[in-house]
């Protein structure tokens, strides 16, 4: 089975995965109210999100630059950028895959290694991490009125975390599992240093750990930061923008556009292509505690994913497209200098 055929049918599985999670969450949905509440929408505002949206992207692309330049290179703002709007448009194909490729595409276009490059994504991922669950400590101290009616709404959710908090014996063997794993590693260590396998994955993770360390030796420590919190300020005013754009939300406040936020950012960890679904959703009961209506919520979901989606397509398309037109020209007036 190649490469290409894998993809194709891993796309088509994830696909199928988002369209049913859609399906099951528009199927009981009258959509004359839907066509009703997006005729009367204020589109201005939808318009304002998406500029939000492409500034979040800049800054996301110049702070990876941030972390590149320790390692010894300068890589121009426009492949940067190009490769996370690749990435954006990866994931929406194949979730969890924009990683890799926006990897891929800045090492063939500025020749930085590949482990390295994870390296400084593996810090950025970190940071978002962090960032995500501040936000999500922010909104359980002061919305925590909505996780208990999530819980009320949704039982399921409720029943999901206790079998997660009573699965004790699972984690306990898969703990055991690693710690003979490693043991098996230590006793036969001097023989698996002799394997060329152990010298490619030593190369591997050594170049992965300089990437990392790339967060030690920035220079512009306060940049990194400042770009770090934009972003996030840039996709939580995303949502809140919209809530604007209907009658039924422009009088709810920046908390509760906080926690839709917040959900929605964990709708969208659901492996399902761009959050299809489970996005859609997670804002739906969220929105609803605050007395939206199913509706009216669902309306709202619906004009924030698919704008925000379209965008991200979009842009993605045309940096394929221009990418390699961009870069041809810069390789040929290097040749030519």
């Not at 194709?8 to 066509?35: A, M, N, P, R, T």
């Not at 318009?47 to 390692?71: D, E, M, Q, T, Y």
């Not at 990683?99 to 090492?107: A, D, L, Q």
Request: charged share 15%; net charge positive; aromatic share 16%.
């Amino acid at each position: 089975m190649n490469k290409r055929f894998k993809n194709i049918i891993k796309f088509l599985l994830f696909f199928s995965v988002g369209i049913f999670i859609f399906w099951w969450v528009y199927k009981d949905q009258d959509w004359s109210e839907i066509k009703d509440a997006l005729l009367k929408a204020d589109y201005t505002w939808i318009w304002v999100s998406l500029i939000l949206g492409i500034l979040s992207h800049v800054s996301r692309a110049l702070r990876w630059n941030i972390l590149i330049k320790p390692l010894g290179y300068k890589p121009r703002f426009i492949n940067s950028f190009f490769s996370v709007m690749i990435m954006y448009l990866s994931n929406i194909l194949i979730p969890r895959s924009g990683e890799v490729i926006r990897c891929g595409v800045m090492n063939r276009t500025e020749n930085v290694p590949f482990t390295k490059l994870l390296g400084t994504v593996f810090i950025e991922r970190i940071i978002d991490f962090i960032l995500l669950f501040i936000l999500l400590a922010v909104v359980l101290f002061t919305q925590f009125h909505v996780v208990t009616g999530l819980m009320e709404n949704n039982p399921g959710i409720e029943q999901n975390i206790k079998q997660i908090l009573s699965s004790t014996p699972i984690l306990i063997g898969i703990v055991i599992f690693f710690v003979f794993l490693i043991f098996l590693i230590y006793i036969f260590r001097s023989k698996l240093k002799k394997t060329k396998l152990y010298s490619k994955l030593k190369d591997i993770i050594l170049n992965f750990l300089e990437g990392v360390k790339s967060i030690l030796k920035m220079e512009h420590k306060f940049m990194f930061i400042a770009h770090s919190v934009f972003i996030w300020v840039m996709y939580f005013l995303m949502i809140y923008i919209v809530f604007w754009s209907f009658e039924f939300t422009e009088h709810l406040t920046l908390l509760t556009g906080l926690t839709v936020f917040v959900m929605s950012a964990f709708g969208m960890v659901f492996p399902s292509p761009g959050g299809v679904g489970s996005w859609h959703f997670a804002v739906r009961i969220t929105l609803m505690v605050y007395g939206v209506s199913k509706s009216d919520a669902n309306a709202f979901a619906l004009a924030s994913h698919e704008s925000m989606t379209l965008m991200m397509i979009i842009l993605g398309v045309l940096s394929v497209i221009l990418l390699p037109v961009l870069n041809k020209g810069e390789k040929e007036n290097t040749e030519k200098g």
